[in-house]
């Protein structure tokens, strides 16, 4: 199946830094990816849709200039925690989007970042 | 809105059968979708139902009722390994527009004992 990966897959920062994620699709092209948020025993709450060579979508209540998303390829998007604080430690996962899979539109998550900010 | 209900935690013995719940409330409809996530990993696709009935595939089936809002996975002779959570997902038209994109329920955590 469709494998995407993440980097870091873990990461601890001061308070007032900024962390970048990176997402990729290593078997296929996504020109759609999902930056997800997931706190312990919750669900995963969509963050945003990232479109290749065009802004992202963000849901609502979730600050774009706090959480900046970068698709420059069909195989990169790229989600940055600037001036993070503690209450953004979480667990962050992306996901993409396989344009063969099928009428399921299944996406393929990567295997996620726990952040942990101080 | 998107109203997504699946039970918090459920317990199994090893070798027995189980079967996770999922009702829904959404705007629209486009698909459901089971997925198996295990502590502090990213969640893996199981089965996607968008007409009603039972998808079979091994030890685990999803069935889906869409005039009643519901959907179950079932799973068969229970392995330890099965112990994670288990998050359905609805597809449905969301406020922001753009393409469907699932809505996830909160997880059931199975815990599977000897």
């Known amino acids: 199946g469709a494998v995407v990966s993440q980097h870091p897959s873990r990461v601890i920062c001061k308070s007032g830094t900024s962390v970048k994620i990176e997402c990729r699709s290593l078997d296929f092209q996504a020109t759609t990816m999902f930056w997800y948020r997931q706190f312990p025993k919750q669900s995963l709450m969509l963050m945003a849709t990232?479109?290749?060579?065009?802004?992202?979508?963000?849901e609502q209540g979730v600050e774009k200039d706090k959480f900046l998303i970068n698709h420059a390829s069909l195989t990169l998007s790229t989600l940055t925690v600037t001036s993070a604080h503690p209450e953004d430690s979480s667990f962050y996962i992306c996901s993409a989007r396989d344009p063969a899979g099928g009428s399921a539109d299944t996406q393929y998550f990567g295997p996620g970042t726990r952040l942990t900010v101080l | 809105g998107q109203n997504i209900d699946q039970p918090t935690e459920m317990t199994a013995t090893e070798g027995a059968i189980v079967q996770i719940n999922c009702t829904y409330q959404t705007s629209g409809f486009n698909g459901l979708f089971w997925y198996q996530q295990h502590a502090g990993e990213a969640p893996t696709f199981l089965s996607y139902n968008v007409l009603d009935g039972l998808e079979e595939k091994g030890r685990f089936s999803s069935f889906l009722s869409r005039s009643k809002g519901y959907s179950y996975l079932l799973l068969k002779e229970l392995q330890m390994k099965d112990s994670a959570s288990y998050l359905c997902a609805v597809r449905a038209p969301r406020k922001s527009g753009g393409s469907y994109i699932p809505t996830f329920g909160r997880g059931t955590s199975l815990i599977v004992h000897p």
């Open positions: 990232s479109n290749e060579g065009s802004k992202a979508t963000y």
